[in-house]
């Protein structure tokens, strides 16, 4: 699947508000890639097509991902875990994408996890850090990006603000989003 497909794919499946989210990761992602010397291809590829089962069922995702025999913890958590795994795994089996670097960025997304390659830690990143997001603090991990271009230290910051957040909002907490603040910190 060359962007071109990928984006179409995507437009058809997403609410627009969420494609034009989808392009602009996958934007970012290519900008990064250039500081990172990562495949831009591969980067683009990955960044238009991580949120890709993001509105899917809950039930549909943990099939798929039984299917694909990923780690039985998924099956303990929501949409905001499950729509990365379950997109890897349709982009697998219903696009034909092989590429590892790709589809680990789609998978691990929506935690991060140790020792991330360098495509996956882009996804991730990109993610938070599109020009539509408005969180606060984001304008901190642009810099450490764009300015100090220390990507390890993004996916810290990042995991740790999200560690946080979740805390405060009372849920479980998936045990990769641990071991992703553990292994940058
Ligand atoms: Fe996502
Ligand atoms: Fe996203």
């Given at each position: 699947?060359?962007?071109?497909?990928?984006?179409?794919?995507?437009?058809?499946?997403l609410p627009k508000k969420r494609f034009d989210h989808s392009v602009r990761v996958?934007?970012?992602?290519v900008k990064m890639a250039e500081i990172f010397n990562a495949d831009k291809d591969k980067s683009y590829l990955a960044g238009v097509l991580h949120d890709y089962c993001k509105y899917d069922n809950d039930n549909d995702m943990k099939q798929i991902i039984k299917e694909s025999a990923f780690s039985e913890e998924y099956l303990d958590y929501g949409n905001a875990i499950l729509h990365g795994p379950a997109a890897a795994a349709i982009m697998k089996k219903e696009f034909y994408i092989n590429d590892k670097e790709i589809l680990f960025a789609i998978k691990n997304h929506t935690s991060g996890r140790a020792g991330m390659g360098l495509i996956e830690k882009i996804i991730f990143v990109a993610?938070?850090?599109e020009p539509g997001r408005d969180i606060p603090g984001v304008e901190d991990i642009r810099n450490i990006i764009f300015?100090?271009?220390?990507?390890?230290?993004?996916?810290?910051?990042i995991s740790k603000r999200n560690i946080t957040f979740l805390i405060s909002k009372n849920v479980k907490i998936f045990s990769e989003t641990f071991k992703c603040y553990n292994y940058y910190n």
């Open positions: 699947m060359n962007s071109i497909e990928a984006k179409k794919v995507v437009e058809e499946k996958a934007e970012t992602a993610d938070y850090i300015k100090e271009e220390n990507l390890d230290q993004a996916v810290y910051e």
